[in-house]
C-alpha cells in the first residue's frame, strides 16, 4: 500500500482482484470494490496509445498480455479515462 508505482493484481481469467492505492488515484478510482471486474470492463472506460499516439488494442494492454503469459518491461503508453 506505500508504493508510489501503481500495482493491479489479476487472477488468471482476467478478473482484477486489486490495485493498490496508487493505481486507484491513477486511474480515477475511489475504492477496489470499483475494480473487480474482468479486463475486458476497462476497455469501455480508457483509452490506450502508444507514445505516438497510435491506439493500443485491448489484447496489447499490458495486464493482457501478461495474463497471456508474456514477460515484458519498460513499456510506456499513455492511458486516457474516457468519462
Known amino acids: ?15 482484477v482482484l486489486m490495485f493498490n492505492p496508487a493505481a486507484l488515484t491513477m486511474h480515477g478510482f475511489q475504492s477496489v470494490e470499483e475494480v473487480r471486474q474482468p479486463v475486458q470492463f476497462f476497455a469501455n472506460l480508457f483509452e490506450v496509445q ?27 503508453l499513455w492511458l486516457h479515462r474516457i468519462d
Do not use: C, H, K, Y
Not at 1 to 15: F, H, R, W
Not at 57 to 68: E, F, G, H, K, S
Open 1 to 15: 500500500n506505500s508504493m508510489t508505482e501503481g500495482l493491479v493484481i489479476a487472477d488468471p481469467q482476467g478478473n
Open 50 to 76: 502508444e507514445l505516438d499516439g497510435t491506439p493500443v488494442a485491448l489484447v496489447d494492454w499490458p495486464l493482457a498480455r501478461a495474463l497471456a503469459g508474456e514477460v515484458f518491461s519498460r513499456r510506456r
